[in-house]
């Protein structure tokens, strides 16, 4: 009988689907890029590092050619607006899941030092909070799965005033992630906090976002590209500081969202799935002849993909970055904290080594290799590569948590995104890695860091007007049929092909 009707309806749904039973399609935000610019004029974040950051141009006139200053009110108001946001997502596309971040300053605008209990709750702001629960209400009303990062990018200025640092960081008081001791206990009792009052609706969540592109742009080489606050050049001291600090409070936030995260609200056997969500990118030498392209490519790769990714999945931590792990064996405060690995995949950067660069896999970070890096290629196999080398590293699920192009000039480029990346992820499945998951990058257009509004990421276009317009591109009706079909039909691939 089974076979007579598979045969009767030409064999729909009767073979293995492209994609893992329960799969999740989806899409991301992040706060500081999507919440404010609000319709009513009244939701703009102003408790943060990063909108410090970008409201500050007459007191960062050394970076005014690397930040825009744009006004945080053009951003998409999905702080007002994310109803709407939801139901075009279920409604027009189909998604079961949407990527979003809590914002730590939002819960905690004052400084937590020394609270624990009913006094730490005291300062939490609960207008925040609810808007948070009904955020979440509003996803399970759609039958949407949250999945929550707990720290992307932005720290309360309490803990981190990225201006004074940026000025003069021997002297600036709160110095984020350089105070080791203080920010891993605060981000803890915060991540505990947000996990024991949100555990109920959130199983899925990532405790940071991409912490060594806090690193780099951050206390190395900030650049157009992305400056991160304190946006510092060649501190290599502090960077391989700051590295440290987030790989032990990627450990602690873990517990403590394990020891508050209580609900198993999917019902699916298990109260919470943490992870970490990082932006792997592979690398490849300019020349495969040339020794000092190969050597530079294996130098990138540990140092920007594999050097924190140990530290953090296996407990096996390279603090001084020198190529030559402090020990071999798992640091059991750090180790088996890692349920998930989130990842982010933009672009395959090609290396170009010079006559002066070291022939060693890694150089002390202080003596950089002298490198050409050729960024930004388009290389959709890139994604499967990274899903493989995960699979085969740390043998741990996946979930493809950003992936997306600007729009400009046109709109279909993020349709061919779209197609051409879901379809290596597809055949990395299909060759062994646990992947769970696709979030596209990004919902809608979104303020994007130091670039404001300039890139255009989203699904749909916002317009900047007092409505806040949303427009779907094509790559809307795109990934529904995807999604209704669980699979890429041979048109779209023969209209975009992945090779």
Same mark, same amino acid.
């Given at each position: ?61 050394? *970076? ?167 946006? *510092? ?72 993909? #594999? ?19 402090? #020990? ?46 050729? *960024? ?124």
């Amino acid at each position: 009988m089974r076979l007579v009707l598979c045969l009767g309806v030409l064999l729909v749904g009767c073979g293995p689907k492209a994609f893992p039973e329960k799969f999740y399609f989806g899409a991301s935000t992040a706060g500081f890029q999507v919440d404010p610019g609000c319709p009513s004029g009244n939701c703009t974040d102003t408790k943060s590092d990063w909108y410090q950051w970008v409201t500050s141009e007459a007191e960062l006139q050394d *970076l005014k050619d690397l930040i825009t200053f744009e006004p945080l009110e053009n951003a998409p108001g999905f702080w007002e607006l994310y109803p709407q946001d939801f139901d075009r997502a279920k409604n027009d596309m189909g998604l079961n899941s949407i990527r979003l971040s809590i914002e730590w300053s939002r819960i905690f605008p004052t400084a937590t030092d020394g609270l624990e209990g009913d006094a730490l709750a005291a300062v939490a702001d609960q207008a925040n909070i609810a808007t948070y629960h009904a955020q979440f209400a509003a996803l399970k009303a759609r039958g949407m799965t949250p999945l929550v990062t707990i720290h992307h990018y932005t720290l309360p200025l309490w803990i981190h005033d990225g201006v004074a640092c940026h000025k003069d960081l021997a002297t600036c008081t709160n110095r984020g992630w350089l105070d080791r001791a203080r920010i891993v206990r605060e981000i803890a009792k915060y991540s505990g906090f947000v996990a024991k009052e949100f555990g109920g609706e959130i199983d899925l969540w990532a405790t940071q976002n991409e912490p060594f592109a806090v690193v780099l742009p951050g206390y190395l080489l900030p650049s157009k590209d992305r400056v991160n606050p304190p946006g *510092l050049s060649y501190k290599f001291a502090e960077a391989k500081a700051v590295m440290n600090a987030m790989i032990e409070a990627h450990a602690r936030m873990y517990d403590a969202v394990k020891a508050n995260d209580l609900v198993d609200a999917d019902k699916d056997g298990k109260a919470s799935m943490v992870g970490l969500v990082y932006p792997i990118a592979p690398t490849r030498p300019k020349d495969p002849a040339n020794r000092l392209d190969v050597s530079g490519a294996d130098h990138l790769f540990y140092l920007y993909n #594999t050097a924190f990714l140990d530290g953090v999945v296996k407990g096996i931590v390279d603090a001084d970055l020198n190529g030559k792990p402090d #020990t071999t064996e798992p640091d059991p405060q750090l180790a088996g904290r890692m349920d998930y690995l989130g990842l982010n995949y933009y672009t395959r950067i090609t290396v170009r080594g010079t006559e002066t660069a070291s022939f060693s896999l890694l150089s002390s970070i202080s003596n950089f290799d002298p490198l050409t890096l050729e *960024l930004w290629e388009d290389y959709p196999k890139g994604i499967y590569d990274i899903q493989i080398f995960v699979k085969d590293r740390y043998a741990i699920p996946i979930i493809i948590t950003e992936t997306g192009t600007d729009a400009t000039p046109g709109d279909e480029r993020i349709e061919s995104w779209l197609v051409r990346h879901l379809e290596w992820t597809k055949r990395a499945i299909k060759d062994g890695a646990d992947t769970r998951g696709f979030f596209y990058w990004s919902l809608t257009d979104n303020y994007e860091w130091n670039h404001g509004m300039g890139m255009k990421f989203g699904l749909y276009a916002v317009a900047n007007d007092a409505a806040k317009t949303r427009t779907a591109r094509s790559a809307v009706a795109t990934y529904a049929e995807i999604i209704k079909k669980q699979d890429i039909s041979s048109e779209l691939l023969e209209k975009f092909p992945p090779e």
